[in-house]
């Protein structure tokens, strides 16, 4: 998506242009756009990181390596929590609806990633939470523009549904 359909989303005016706070729009512009160096680079970026927060949850979860490379899953752990943290609040301090983004899909998917680990230094056990950490990997779809399919997808199969038998035999061709 472009900066501008982003704009009429999250921002408080349809242009985007936000309350006139340069560095808010930069920030705005980099984390919604892609359409700019920036954008694309923070895109890439948070991509790698989604993936590799994935992979120390993974190996995290086999005994073998969690007690040869604990301390360093642990760090890692952290580092990935701290980051999407830090992602979290510029994407709220960003955008003129901090609500709206925050109970958003998505808002909500970011939220979810980072809340375990803190729940971790309160909640014995809480950790294992992290797993829903996976649910980033949705963010990982959406950068790549593949929510427009996923959407497509479901629009299909509400279509077949009514359809009956005969959709059926066509979509299982698919």
Known sequence: ??????????????????????????????????????????DEALIVSIILSVIVVMLDSVSAVK?????????????FTILFTIEYF????????????????????????IVPTYLSLFLPGSQYLVVIRVLRLLRVFRILKLVNYLSEADLLIKARVPAGRRSHYSCSLL
């Open 1 to 42: 998506m472009s900066n501008r359909q982003y704009g009429s989303i999250w921002r408080d005016d349809a242009s985007g242009s936000g309350h006139g706070n340069g560095l808010r729009n930069r920030i705005y512009t980099i984390i919604f756009g892609s359409n700019t160096p920036a954008g694309k680079f923070f």
């Open 90 to 113: 510029l994407r709220l301090i960003s955008i003129g609806r901090p609500v709206k983004y925050a109970t958003s899909f998505f808002g909500v998917v970011d939220l979810l990633a």
């Open 67 to 79: 007690a040869s490379h604990g301390d360093l899953l642990y760090s890692l752990e952290w580092m």
